[in-house]
């Protein structure tokens, strides 16, 4: 059984506009020792999905279960969750300039963080846990380091200490949510490096949330593919980058600037991602899509197999078979789109011809 | 120092004969910011040199990336360049004139000229003023046009970078960010400059709407024949975007070049690195790529270290490094125009020691 099973996860959030739906239904599981990826653009629900889990989306309504380790997160009193929280399921934060406090110690945030859930624990043997973990972390001599304010640290080192504070209860998982965005590309690398090595000496699962399709090709080995709050695509990493089969997985990927490729025309997706208050008939995603066909305007597609495994899911009424970039695969997506598509459709694809790269307007 | 320095950035042979091109000449810029104390005098204890004998050279129609890391000095050199803040040293010249520390008022035919991109699309327009104001402000400063024509023109600008031309009244904060970002573009557009500065314009855009905005700058740099100092952290943006690179590290010119010079053989081990970090988004390449992790973090420009400033953290550092600067020049074997600022530069083929090869399951 897998430590986190989440099944048809649903979280919307009324407001004075509408209701947000942020999250609307997602499935999927980590395994202890793996790396799960969830890349999406801004607003597609990969935060609140996860925040979700933790109950830190307050004011969300929320449908579906997380199965975590044989208890179900959803149902939990607070005060139990808050037993998890922290020990059993830890989170690393985007900005770690903003999520330590700057008027107390670090060492003294890891040892509340340590004691809070074990009150048999001393203070000193906290701090001596705490500098041991900064050592961990590689923070150079951690033993005063343990005594500085999070100002006296570099952003790499804050993000290290965020790291030391999430492995001090020794969690089965660990959630990072951008945890490299604020950062250089070599302390980057540092960071990212650590976590692997960190997860391997420990078994421990890893939820690795970023937009970064980069730092998916280094450390995920699954990734699910988000857009509008529902899963668009899901697989091992070496089928989403080599073998995709969603056209925005497919469109994520080519409008990335490669090195092979320097100087020449970037393909980026046509139209800005959808309001989640007001979302398009049918597949969210086909107002964007240059391989739109009727059904998709009227019909949401569901997750089914793609390809030629099991692991690998995907959310499109394109042919089954039709996974990868090379142009057989482009033969047999245009074939499909040309006999599905109609009126409606023709009008659509139409205007994203003529207008690949605009936005379109934010209020229609 | 400073004269080597100098020596490396006078125009060899090769160059002179394009001397032509040249739109902006940077002739060993210097900007140090004072440190002062908490005492009522506020005595100056220190200086910041955020950059610190720097030369570069923008050449017409061409794009001249920027590189480096937070603290690298490159958006004090930006703002140096457009003369937004006074340099300490050095001297900035465009079409040949130089412009360096001009009064306002002489500055101000060159401000038409020279005009700048913005990294936040959020911070960098005003909420309360509407985008067609915003737009038009160039025009209402330099008196160019008013009334209906400057509403004409506005509303062209907003055509021509993708925007609804109808939108004229909105606010900012009606657009997403890859809008706003056009609305930047535009007003950096209106008084049909010769170059713009991009401070990171593209860092705080999905990639999609990232690739959108990164082909709106070509298109414009190809019909308007603009020029692009264009400055980011991401490595394969700059690749994208640029004819010719320049590396800094800590306030000064690490390595510089045409741009597939500097990405396929780099010299400098700080470059090296760099590019050994930047993720590549495929997943046999990342697991192939033997990753150089540099240690420790860049040190403060308040006290750089002595000699090289990469040395303390450099992988092929050795005594000579932490005492004598090394001079930015052409290295044997390199063409004319890729230079590296290194005692020791990277052969091809070398490894660097301390590689940090990763398991993978």
Known sequence: MSLLEVTDLRVSFPTADGVVQAVRGVSFSVENGRTLGIVGESGSGKTVLTQTLLGLTPGGEVEGKAVFDGTDLLSLRPDQLRRIRGAEIAVIFQDPLTSLH??????????????????????????????????????????????????????????????????????????????????????????????????????????????????????????????????????????????????????????????????????????????????????????????????????????????????????????????????????????????????????????????????????? | MSDTLRDAASPAPLEAAMEDDVLVRVDNLVKHFPVRGGGIIRRTVGQVQAVDGVSLVVRRGQTLGLVGETGSGKSTLARCVAGLIPVTSGKVTFEGRDITNLSRRAMRPFRREIQMIFQDPYGSLNPRRRVGAIIGDPFAVHKTASGAARKKAVQELMERVGLNPEHFNRFPAEFSGGQRQRIGVARALALRPKLIICDEPV???????????????????????????????????????????????????????????????????????????????????????????????????????????????????????????????????????????????????????????????
């Open chain 1, 102 to 364: 700057p008027l107390y110690k670090v060492g003294w945030q890891i040892v509340e963080m340590i004691r809070s859930h074990d009150r048999s624990v001393s203070k000193k043997q906290a701090t001596e846990r705490a500098v041991e973990l900064l050592g961990r972390v590689g923070i150079p001599s951690p033993r005063q380091r343990v005594h500085d304010y999070p100002h006296q640290f570099s952003g790499g080192m804050r993000q290290r200490a965020m790291i030391a504070m999430a492995l001090s209860l020794s969690p089965k998982l660990i959630i990072a949510d951008e945890p490299t965005t604020a950062l250089d590309a070599t302390v980057q690398a540092q960071i990212l490096d650590l976590l692997l090595r960190l997860q391997q000496e420990s078994d421990t699962a890893l939820i690795m949330i970023t937009h970064d399709l980069g730092v998916i090709a280094d450390i995920a080995d699954d990734v699910l593919v988000m857009y509008a709050g529902k899963a668009a695509e899901r697989a091992s990493k070496h089928d989403i980058f080599y073998q995709p089969h969603h056209p925005y997985t497919k469109g994520l990927l080519e409008s990335i600037p490669h090195s092979s490729a320097a100087g020449d025309r970037l393909r980026p997706i046509t139209g800005q991602p959808p309001s989640l208050i007001r979302l398009p008939s049918g597949c969210a995603f086909h107002p964007r899509c240059a391989y739109v066909m009727d059904r998709c305007l009227t019909e949401q597609p569901r997750l089914a197999p793609v390809g030629d495994g099991d692991s690998h899911i995907s959310a499109c009424w394109l042919p089954v078979l039709a996974t990868g970039l090379a142009p057989e695969t482009e033969e047999l997506r245009r074939q499909a789109v040309a006999q599905g598509r109609h009126a409606a459709a023709a009008k659509i694809a139409e205007a994203i011809a003529e207008r690949p790269e605009s936005e379109g307007s934010v209020i229609a």
């Open chain 2, 203 to 361: 860092s705080a855009l999905d990639v999609s709407i990232q690739a959108q905005v990164l082909n709106l700058l070509a298109d414009l740099q190809s019909d308007f024949g603009l020029s692009y100092l264009f400055i980011a952290h991401d490595l394969e943006v700059v690749r994208h975007v640029s004819n010719n690179v320049s590396v800094m590290y800590l306030g000064r010119i690490a390595e510089s070049g045409p741009k597939n010079q500097v990405y396929d053989t780099a010299r400098h081990p700080y470059t090296v690195a760099l590019l050994s970090a930047a993720p590549a988004a495929d997943p046999d390449a990342a697991a192939q790529r033997r990753r150089i992790i540099l240690t420790g973090d860049v040190p403060s420009p308040i006290n750089p270290p002595s000699g090289c400033r990469f040395h303390p953290r450099c992988p092929k550092a050795q005594e000579l490094c932490s005492q004598q600067e090394p001079a930015l020049e052409v290295k044997p074997g390199d063409p004319a125009m890729h230079q590296t600022a290194c005692h020791f530069p990277v052969q091809a083929g070398e490894t660097l020691a301390r590689v940090a090869g990763r398991e993978r399951r």
